[in-house]
């Protein structure tokens, strides 16, 4: 059943054609997820739905009675509202019921209240303010239900807006980017509770993981059209590579970064195993496909050189408070070259603080931060577009460089260097008033790097942009030589570029982990569900030796792993209290850390081993 249709929709602009004839349908359950490159015009397409603009010709049909909820990129709610008010201004009956409820309360009207009542009771009316202030928690708003909206930052803006929507319970969804602002746990909640069979939504997102999880069709917009594929975004890749070779059009570079992306989700850790064997063996069978096609290197920018054994930066009994609230205390690291860190934690935990101290931008409580006398520091904010609307895309690049100087010691022109980075000619005239949201965000970017920076900063990068401009800036960053911090909410984008962890977790010092995000999340899940109680217990020796199953050499290994499990956890915890002595002392704790994730391990290994073999001898 059809809860929304697009029928001959088209729209375009005076100089350019977005979409025109689509016919598509939205079935109850179904979870979309819309796909396209920056400018084709999803966004418009999402505000065509909504019926906040018109299109060319066609027409939406919405089916009588269904109640649509829009995720906004910027709220548009009555300004005096408190996010109390915002929440309880949704469309839904339960609602509308409960505000009538406390109407009749303060006008003590008894026989009203009474009727209300009754019918609240039938919708779950008396769940409402729970529900509001689960959701809020969720988002970390439940503090702050007195302040005006208008107050707010603008990511709490958007968090707040998701709250809304989910708390308005529609029965189609539209999202533009709803992991925009939220932390890494607040995407995982968010990817489990949109999994709902009851839920109908469809969505823009680049989050590559959540789209995998969450949407079972994707509707491609590309050349005007829309290419409606059913199954999720794995399946999607391969359909989509298996088109543009029976078109003849498939293009040597974007065949390289399907393949990289594939590749990368073919060898997800082990935190992410329920996806298929199936899928796996898919995965690989398209990369072999791929790979068939000559590669070609993204091309490689200098970056200024710092000398052999030369400082690149330390922070020195680092402090930051943010106002009397401390978020660092006493941290000390040195930057090695070629340093991979993803800096995880939830929001408010300091993440952006460290980057603006790191920057200078901030000073710090106290301590310092030292800079090698060479670095370079590339930093990108993700709310801090500085382009010029007046100027023309390659106007814009030039106000950085004429040529572009590349890691061989040649230049190129800053036109070939725009094209590498998907602006075609045609997109490098326009100005940049014209550029969609994404393609700003790249522009951004391409400023960034043109600078060579010998040390990347970068806080969200992500955000807004399509999956073909994800995967150069990836395949760029993967080459980049110097040190890296970056903030991302993207769990593929994470797992990819860095190769350790520094974990906010609000005790003001930094939690290191030696491994990308997915396998931080399958450590913590061992951890999680590992025994707590007592240590394993000892077998004697008689029933050792009564088992029939066991054979000679499982009995003389059960024996020994039952003396060797005790001296382990007992390894275990005498590092476990080495990482917290040094957890502010980063030179200290790596190496520690290293020996403590090993043991770790090697306990996880041998615990699983002494169960299976007393399983065994139980069984006996």
Not at 485 to 491: F, T
């Amino acid at each position: 059943m059809n809860l929304l249709s697009l029928e001959n929709i088209s729209k375009g602009f005076a100089d350019k054609m977005l979409f025109q004839g689509l016919y598509l349908g939205l079935q109850a359950g179904e979870k979309v997820a819309l796909v396209g490159a920056n400018g084709a015009g999803k966004s418009t397409l999402m505000k065509v739905l909504m019926r906040e603009v018109l299109p060319d010709d066609g027409r939406v049909a919405v089916r009588k009675g269904i109640r649509i909820e829009y995720l906004r990129q910027h709220p548009q709610w009555d300004q005096q509202m408190d996010i109390r008010s915002v929440m309880m201004s949704v469309d839904h009956p339960a609602v509308a019921l409960y505000n009538q409820y406390q109407e009749a309360v303060v006008a003590e009207d008894v026989e009203s209240m009474s009727a209300l009542g009754d019918q609240m009771e039938k919708l779950g009316g008396w769940l409402l303010e729970d529900r509001m202030t689960e959701l809020l928690r969720r988002f970390e708003l439940e503090n702050l239900v007195y302040k005006k909206w208008t107050e707010l930052s603008g990511g709490q803006q958007r968090r707040l807006g998701l709250a809304r929507l989910l708390f308005a319970e529609p029965d189609v969804m539209l999202l533009d980017e709803p992991t925009n602002h939220l932390d890494l746990e607040m995407v995982e909640w968010l990817e489990k509770f949109l999994a709902a069979p009851s839920i109908t939504l469809l969505m823009i997102t680049h989050d590559r993981y959540f789209l995998d999880a969450v949407a079972d069709t994707i509707w491609e917009l590309n050349d005007q059209q829309i290419y409606r594929h059913q199954g999720n975004y794995a399946s999607f890749l391969e359909n989509a590579v298996t088109r543009e070779e029976i078109s003849k059009t498939t293009r040597v570079k974007n065949q390289n970064l399907y393949r990289r992306e594939l590749e990368w989700m073919r060898r997800q850790p082990k935190a992410r195993t329920t996806k298929s064997r199936a899928r796996q063996d898919a995965f690989s069978d398209l990369e072999n496909k791929v790979s068939q096609h000559s590669q070609k290197k993204t091309m490689q920018l200098r970056t200024e050189k710092i000398k052999e054994g030369g400082k690149i930066l330390e922070l020195v009994n680092l402090s930051i408070h943010r106002g009397d609230k401390r978020l660092l205390a006493d941290i000390n690291y040195v930057f090695k070259k070629g340093d991979r860190i993803g800096l995880v934690g939830k929001n408010g935990m300091g993440k952006t603080s460290l980057l603006e101290t790191i920057t200078s931008a901030l000073e710090p409580s106290s301590g310092k931060v030292i800079h090698g006398l060479n670095t370079k520091i590339g930093y990108f904010r993700q709310d801090d577009l500085v382009l010029n609307n007046d100027l023309k895309v390659i106007d814009q690049v030039k106000t950085i460089a004429e040529y572009v100087q590349l890691a061989d010691g040649s230049e190129i022109s800053v036109s070939s260097f725009l094209e590498e980075f998907l602006f075609d000619y045609a997109k490098q005239n326009d100005y940049v008033e014209k550029l969609s949201g994404g393609e700003k965000k790249r522009l951004q970017l391409l400023m960034v790097l043109l600078q060579h920076p010998n040390f990347l900063i970068l806080d969200e990068p992500t955000n807004d942009l399509d999956r073909d401009t994800l995967l150069v800036l990836e395949d760029y960053l993967m080459r980049f030589e110097g040190s890296m911090i970056l903030v991302s909410h993207d769990r593929f984008f994470l797992d990819q570029l860095v190769d350790q962890l520094w974990i906010l977790e609000g005790q003001a010092n930094i939690k290191v982990f030696l491994g990308n995000y997915s396998e931080y999340r399958e450590q913590q899940k061992i951890i999680k569900e590992a025994p707590t109680a007592s240590p394993a217990p000892t077998p004697t020796k008689n029933n050792a030796n009564s088992s029939s199953k066991l054979t000679y050499g499982e009995r003389l290994e059960f024996e020994k792993l039952s003396g060797a499990l005790e001296a382990k956890e007992e390894e275990v915890k005498q590092l476990q209290k080495d990482v917290e002595r040094y957890a502010n002392d980063f030179e200290k704790l790596n190496p520690v850390l290293e020996k403590y994730q090993l043991a770790q391990t090697q306990l996880d290994q041998m615990l699983e081993r002494w169960m299976e073999l007393d399983e065994k001898n139980t069984d006996s």
